[in-house]
């Protein structure tokens, strides 16, 4: 995406803290509430964050912000809290002013954020878009052994974060994108540094271990999407499912990633990217629905006659290859298509209406 293409303005919170926020893109809204690890300016060129703002302002009218202490918002700040996130959040809804209702989104701590404003504001929010989330904070969960985990995070963070020697970053960074390449893993050593300062990363993981909204899951009627990675190293899975169980008829999606921060080269980003599109009611029809767009022109072959209801000979007899070699291929699509058995790849065909010509 080009500079060009976003418009960055300052809005004032209830405590007179400045909230940097942007938009790009056109289109149905969708906000973004504030997530750790970005910064609005240098997220464009991101190898690990412009896909995802050029996904989302290609597809809506995209608009987000740098929470208090990060990014481009003020840093001198005293509250850090989760009603002060509240309050952010709809300090730039009052700026940005978008079409009502819209799509609100929450990844990770900015899940807690987005179930607390559409609880306040029911009839603002159409619906619920929840990635790598959780309703309790780590010093909330029974799990003495991550509750250490996090603590020993948070000295780390007081010990390196200043560090010329990038090693004491990468300790905590690498867990966001255990699958990142080495460009990835260095772009995200260096924006420790440049989103905020080791003392205000020290406050915000407190604040984030403290959060519990579990007691507010059933009181949720914005129709809610969530999504996780099965393999997320930041915040286990348990804790999505425990958000999509609190909240009535919200629907459930496991992708197969190990990173909190999906990545553009992984299937399961284009799994995100088809049930995001999907659930918010947007088709992009010139390029078909993009959960089948990693397959092969072979794989498409082979997931259509296992749509048809063949087995792994019944296919190799039709395309005279060997049943080892249609074995393979069906392991690869169920990969990338994150199913696991041939019932629910059949289902998934039918839901997005796959087409062999795609």
Known sequence: MKRSGQRIRYVRSGDGVKIAWAEA??????LKAANWLTHLEHDLESPVWRHWVRFFADNFRFIRHDERGCGMTDWNVGDLSMPRWLEDLEAVVEAAQPEEPFVLMGISQGAATCVNYAL?????VSKLILYGSYARGAFRRDDHDRQRMYRAM???VQLGWNSDNPTFRQVFTSRFIPGGSDEQLDWFNELCQKTTSADLAERLLEARAAVDITSKLADVTTPTLVLHSRHDEVVPITEGRIMAAGIPNAEFVELDSKNHVL??????WKRFCAEV???????NVESGDPVFGSLSKREVEIFALITEGLGNAEIAERLSISEKTVRNHVSNIFDKLGVWTRAQAIVLARDRGFNRKQ
Do not use: H, M, S, T
């Open 277 to 283: 599109l999907d659930f918010a009611g947007v088709r």
């Open 263 to 268: 990545l553009e080269n992984e299937p399961a």
């Open 154 to 156: 948070i000295d780390l």
């Open 25 to 30: 893109g056109y289109g149905p809204a969708l």
């Open 120 to 124: 306040k504001y029911p009839e603002r």
